[in-house]
């Protein structure tokens, strides 16, 4: 790693300066994407509601299908090289969209099958990335890291779904598809200028139905430590509800409410300013009132702007989705940068790849299913009542963080109670946070 010097962590460390472009460059056009690609099948394609939330089931699908095997082959792994072949398989399978269409081969089964695989290759990235940053910095400037990362990718969403809306209108939905391309490749091209290389993987003989019983290990990890069991139950609950809603919202927008294409992305944009919001508060609420508090405040109270969605109307009514919208927006975002930060200092490093993929298949599983479920609702009971039910999810997966230790506790613990070689305790439940424990 390079010397530490004065100034910000994006001035002085170049590797992770590359791994920030790279990360903010794929997250803004994935923003494109979740734009573009409801809109493509809502005009270029008039699908119903059903079909546009299997359409968003399907990128999230693979999280349950191979979410727990991967997190085990990525600790076999080095992660860099694992992102790199993620990223260039999107690159490709989001630049066949428009060719397709030019072709005249554009229909609901192409672009499910492109949603479908461009999520098994977002599954081995993140898994992979998540390992990746806590050997790529110091633990001291972790916490830094994880702000400057989750804020970027805030801040990539505002103007991806901004300039998704506008792409749309002005270009067609369909060739923004080549904006997302585009993004894959400067990322790629960011990740291969990264210097620094993990320790080579030691290539030990491992026995017969070894992957069982490393994947078995990851599962143990979340099953019998409260404080990561309650995390990823609130995860799950909390993404079942905001995948329920934002799989229908363009459409809510576009249909119910009536507002134009360029609209809906300047307004979804918009709320997304509360992630960069959310993101620049994390860490300082947190180290006022403590870590496990400030979860509590951010994914519980802001929770409740989720409330006033439901009630948008054109015109000046707009002004409550955005309200909510941010509320929610940001409670979500800084609440993810402390648990990321708890995770990596919680947590071994050699079990960080499986602690991430297990949590993932847990919490990110629900999105597909959030996704059907929206667009179930959406198609029996219209997409406002829709809206309703599901926006009221989202406070209410908070009362699991309420009736659990973390509503006791001022911090979340530092670091797991050592047992064999440091790992954490997977026989028992752990004490609560003894004091003096610092965040994440």
């Given amino acids: 790693m390079p010397t530490r010097t004065p100034g910000g962590l994006l001035r002085r460390h170049r590797d992770f300066r590359l791994l920030w472009c790279g990360e903010t460059a794929g997250k803004y056009g994935a923003a494109v994407t979740g734009v573009a690609m409801p809109l493509i099948a809502v005009s270029t394609l008039t699908a119903d509601t059903f079909e546009i939330g299997l359409l968003t089931a399907a990128g999230w699908l693979p999280w349950?299908?191979?979410?727990?095997?991967?997190?085990?082959?990525?600790d076999r792994l080095p992660r860099r090289p694992v992102m790199l072949t993620a990223a260039a398989v999107s690159l490709v399978l989001f630049a066949c969209v428009p060719v397709a269409?030019?072709?005249?081969?554009?229909?609901i089964g192409l672009l499910l099958a492109v949603a479908l695989l461009t999520g098994t290759a977002a599954v081995f990235f993140q898994t992979a990335y998540s390992a990746y940053l806590p050997a790529l910095l110091d633990p001291a400037d972790q916490p830094e890291g994880n702000a400057a990362l989750h804020g970027s990718a805030s801040a990539a969403q505002i103007a991806g779904q901004g300039s998704g809306g506008l792409i749309a209108q002005l270009a067609g939905a369909v060739n923004g598809m080549f904006v997302n391309a585009a993004t894959f490749a400067v990322s790629l091209l960011c990740l291969t200028g990264i210097r620094f290389r993990e320790p080579r993987v030691p290539a030990a003989e491992r026995p017969p139905r070894a992957l069982v019983h490393e994947v078995a290990q990851g599962l143990r990890l979340i099953t019998h430590d409260r404080w990561l069991r309650t995390l990823t139950l609130f995860a799950a609950a909390s993404n079942l509800a905001l995948m329920g809603y934002q799989s229908i919202r363009v459409v809510f927008l576009v249909r119910t409410v009536g507002l134009s294409p360029g609209l809906v992305g300047g307004l979804v944009a918009a709320v997304s300013l509360g992630g960069v919001t959310g993101a620049f508060c994390a860490r300082r609420v947190a180290a006022r009132v403590g870590d496990a508090r400030a979860t509590l405040l951010f994914e519980l109270g802001l929770a409740m702007g989720a409330l006033l969605m439901p009630m948008t109307t054109d015109g000046p009514g707009l002004a409550l989705f955005l309200a909510g919208g941010f509320c929610v927006?940001?409670?979500?975002v800084a609440g993810n940068v402390i648990k990321a930060g708890f995770q990596q200092r919680y947590c071994p490093p050699e079990l960080l790849g499986r602690l991430t993929a297990t949590s993932s298949f847990v919490s990110y599983g629900t999105l597909?299913?959030?996704a059907l479920l929206g667009g179930a609702l959406g198609t029996a009971l219209g997409l406002r009542t829709a809206m309703w039910i599901t926006t009221a999810g989202i406070p209410l997966a908070g009362l699991i963080l309420l009736f659990s230790p973390v509503r006791h506790a001022r911090d979340l613990p530092a670091s797991a109670p050592p047992h064999g070689h440091g790992t954490p305790r997977a026989d028992r439940d752990d004490g609560p946070a003894l004091p003096g424990h610092r965040p994440r």
């Fill in 101 to 107: 269409a030019w072709c005249g081969r554009l229909s």
């Fill in 368 to 370: 597909p299913l959030g």
């Fill in 329 to 332: 927006t940001a409670g979500v």
């Fill in 64 to 74: 349950l299908v191979i979410g727990l095997p991967a997190g085990a082959w990525v």
